[in-house]
């Protein structure tokens, strides 16, 4: 059986919170060369949000690279686990409590616009690369 990271395990709790919520999603989704979001979910409108997962204090500290981020999304969250320290977090942005199996969100960062030809990129260089994803999961059965 397949062993997640800390970080998988918590992106699996945010999957699972928007699948609820009816939006798709892909993990280690690439918006552009250079970014690579750990969640990136498309809503049933439209909507494009992304999620950084904080495993610990240290990963926070050691990564500022979602700051790229912001500009290709429509509303940004920072995902942690329970005992993080929230005031660590800039309150700017929204917060989701996950787990291996669930999430939460905390607080609903206000949300940005984004221009229409970037929004159809990121459509379709997701839809592209989830068509892509499944292929490749095809390919790999015996």
């Known amino acids: 059986m397949l062993e997640l990271a800390p970080g998988m395990r918590l992106a699996r709790g945010v999957v699972r919170m928007f699948a609820d919520r009816g939006f798709a999603t892909l993990t280690e989704f690439v918006p552009v060369r250079g970014l690579r979001t750990d969640v990136f979910a498309i809503g049933p409108k439209g909507e494009i949000w992304v999620v950084e997962v904080k495993s610990s204090l240290a990963d926070f500290r050691s990564d ?3 700051t790229g981020y912001l500009d290709w999304c429509e509303r940004f969250f920072f995902a942690v686990p329970e005992g ?3 005031e660590v977090l800039p309150r700017e942005h929204g917060l989701i409590r996950t787990d291996d199996w669930g ?4 607080r609903d960062p206000p949300p940005a616009k984004l221009a229409p030809a970037r929004r159809k990129a990121l459509t379709l260089a997701f839809a592209r690369t989830a068509a892509e994803r499944l292929r490749l999961t095809l390919d790999a059965a015996p």
């Open 64 to 66: 500022a690279k979602w």
């Open 84 to 86: 993080f320290p929230e």
């Open 103 to 106: 999430a939460d969100i905390l």
